[in-house]
């Protein structure tokens, strides 16, 4: 006599790693990050000129719109590794290829967003003038990091295509509709001091919460609630961090 294996789940399972509540909030939070990053500068030019100039005029309101767009990117990693958990419960290999695209894909945007913090120093330290020409001067400098542009564009594009074969954002229309949306990132430009107001990144941005946030809400749901002292530890950690980091 033979046992039957019991139902595969997509319930999220605590011992993985980072877990349910990290992957949850990463993403509810991930996607509008990235969106406020871009609508924080949407009034100025798309390519580094008009970045550079922006940033000479308020230096501010920039700082806060690449460091949102960054935050964002960062925390898009524990969202998608859940998203390809579910993927991988029925089409592992899709779920692989996609993940392992995107995160690659990630890393190359993190790369760019700590050039582009070096361009705005330059600014500070040079004046607007000096630091656009250096920029200018240096933009298609070769790095490693080109590598992983193709990435950039295509991983979404991959994971798309597993959640649409798994059903992993839904069935019927609805999910169809998210999978479209989730493939929608692949339209978002990369490279250095991008502004990304263009209709077409808007709707990358807009389709990537539209794909992740209901998801991040589900997780969250099938989630047990943390032990109050985690919470606490999580909370009092993070401006603890960024204390020790900014001091050092």
Not at 7 to 36: K, Y
Not at 37 to 66: K, T
Request: a positive charge; proline letters at 7%; one cysteine or more.
């Amino acid at each position: 006599m033979t046992i039957a294996e019991p139902p595969r789940t997509s319930s999220p399972d605590r011992t993985t790693l980072p877990g349910p509540w990290a992957e949850g909030v990463s993403l509810i939070l991930g996607p509008p990050l990235l969106l406020a990053g871009v609508l924080a500068r949407i009034e100025e030019n798309d390519f580094f000129p008009g970045q550079l100039a922006a940033y000479a005029a308020q230096p501010g309101r920039m700082a806060l719109s690449y460091g949102l767009f960054a935050t964002g990117t960062v925390l898009l990693w524990p969202a998608v590794t859940s998203l390809s958990r579910r993927i991988g419960v029925s089409h592992p290999g899709w779920a692989r290829w996609g993940v392992t695209l995107v995160v690659l894909g990630l890393f190359g945007r993190v790369f760019h967003a700590g050039v582009s913090h070096l361009a705005f120093q330059m600014v500070d330290t040079l004046g607007l003038e000096a630091a656009r020409k250096a920029v200018g001067d240096t933009y298609g400098a070769f790095h490693v990091f080109k590598a992983v542009n193709v990435f950039i564009m295509t991983g979404w594009i991959v994971l798309a295509a597993g959640a649409f074969r798994a059903k992993a954002l839904g069935a019927g229309p609805a999910g169809i509709t998210r999978c479209a949306a989730l493939a929608l990132a692949a339209g978002l430009p990369l490279g250095v001091l991008k502004g990304s107001s263009d209709p077409i990144s808007l709707a990358a941005l807009l389709g990537l919460a539209l794909a992740l946030v209901p998801l991040g809400v589900t997780v969250l749901k099938e989630t047990p609630r943390p032990r109050w002292w985690a919470v606490a530890l999580t909370v009092a950690l993070i401006p603890a961090a960024f204390f020790l980091g900014v001091s050092g």
